[in-house]
């Protein structure tokens, strides 16, 4: 039990922890080649479903500053637009 108390009381060296940088890969955003159309509403009498086509796609804005541009078509038949920047992690 002295031994124990003793191990304790001694001042242990605490290593320094170092990170480690993450990778800086630029990513290639692309329109999807497939996709599903949205369910828009159903017909309660007959529980038909209807659908639409959103008609996503991404769009360079600024190749050079990484900005894209996510667009599609929203429930109230607009266009919308979201750019986002590109990150570097």
Not at 81 to 86: H, M
């Amino acid at each position: 039990m002295l031994i124990l108390d003793l191990s304790c009381a001694i001042p242990q060296a605490q290593t320094k922890v170092q990170r480690k940088p993450l990778d800086k890969q630029p990513r290639e955003y692309k329109s999807p080649a497939n996709y599903e159309h949205r369910y828009r509403d159903y017909d309660p009498k007959t529980g038909k479903v209807f659908t639409y086509d959103h008609k996503p796609r991404v769009e360079v804005v600024d190749a050079k500053a990484g900005k894209y541009a996510f667009k599609w078509i929203g429930f109230d038949g607009l266009e919308k637009t979201a750019i986002f920047p590109q990150e570097n992690y």
